[in-house]
């Protein structure tokens, strides 16, 4: 599989998640199959990137049958790495930390946070749901104790870094940035950064020019 | 300059406010000018992209001497109509909302919250910093009161429609959508969703197709 998905680009896999949610909702509301022509009606992709997008994996679709909802959503999910768990520690405990913590849909999703921490004495020791927020200066060893995949990053920008830094020296192959910055790290690991102002300005781009 | 940006596609919006992000670091460390070459190994784009991109709005460069930082910078918030502030109101009170509420960026940047909504009782009355969270049935009047730009949605998936619909028959027309659901809205509301677990599966999906 990894040959085959070398030439797969972000765009592809940024789409993924989408066609998952899609067919999720197709599912619970009981549908079998689809066609591309109506996924795409659905989603607001052309048929024919639709069909693209999934012969990277593969291809699913029989002509003139379509998509089988509940195969297509399943091995999407396979594709995507969500057939198996991960355990993820959130640095930094303040609101965003703590929505991220308390946010079920991860979990049921697989992701699953084994541990929380941070600087503040006033947060140290405080649990979030069951998750104990444990000081910052342990990190290091708690993740060389524990399975760590992947490090969610909640702090201020200035402490980003370093925070990365212990992660990936310590093993996490994988980081979710949510400081707004762009992280260093090895070549061997994963770095998403959400910056939520880029989405937020696009909004403000989006209502000077449509006036 | 509307019909100009009429061709912008998305991918250029979604660049400026990187650009802008890099521009504000060099201006901090008393950078006056940059040659569209640094600039693309600073950013990652290529330098070719990066003319291309700023001569949608007119190019700012001149050959052999490279872009003068701060007029870029300046000039590219305000083609991101960050060169004036919008009131916001944000609606759902729970951690991501509080977050929000929390992050001083946005104000920075001229995106201030005036208001904030929630259903659970326990919530109405509270001050997040000096924003006051009210019953979310009062949205309504709220939006028509008040001069509100942008509404903030923090709330679930099942809620989020509904309160979409409240923000667009008030005049608002522009919704920031957290909830992890797609929005409908009239053509001349602007709505920008963030969907967090589409980014998250990008990661389990690089870890699993790295190794």
Redesign the interface.
């Known amino acids: 599989?990894?040959k085959e998905?070398a030439k797969?680009s972000?765009a592809v896999?940024?789409r993924?998640?989408?066609y998952?949610?899609y067919l999720s909702e197709l599912l619970e509301k009981g549908r079998e199959r689809i066609s591309s022509k109506e996924l795409s009606e659905l989603i607001g992709f052309t048929a024919s990137q639709i069909r693209q997008d999934l012969n990277n994996f593969g291809g699913f679709g029989q002509q003139g049958y379509g998509y089988k909802v509940e195969e297509l959503y399943k091995a999407i999910g396979k594709?995507?790495?969500?057939d198996h768990s991960?355990n993820t520690i959130i640095v930094g405990a303040?609101?965003?930390g703590?929505?991220i913590a308390?946010?079920t849909?991860?979990d049921k999703?697989?992701?699953i946070p084994i541990g929380m921490f941070d600087i503040n004495p006033k947060l140290i020791g405080l649990k979030i749901r069951d998750i104990e927020i444990m000081d910052a200066d342990l990190m290091g060893d708690f993740i060389k104790q524990n399975k760590v995949?992947?490090g969610i990053i909640c702090t201020s920008k200035e402490k980003a870094q370093s925070v990365a830094e212990v992660m990936a020296t310590n093993g996490i192959?994988?980081?979710?940035n949510f400081a707004?910055t762009d992280i260093q790290a090895p070549s061997?690991v994963?770095v998403?950064t959400?910056?939520?102002?880029?989405?937020?300005?696009?909004?403000?781009?989006?209502?000077?020019?449509?006036?």
Chains 1, 2 share one sequence.
């Not at 192959?173 to 979710?176: A, L, P, S, T, V």
């Open positions: 599989m990894i998905n797969i972000m896999i940024r993924l998640p989408k998952r949610r594709i995507l790495g969500l991960y303040g609101n965003l703590q929505a308390n946010y849909n991860f999703a697989g992701f995949d992947i192959k994988g980081i979710w707004p061997d994963v998403e959400v910056h939520l102002s880029e989405s937020l300005y696009t909004i403000s781009f989006l209502l000077k020019h449509h006036e």
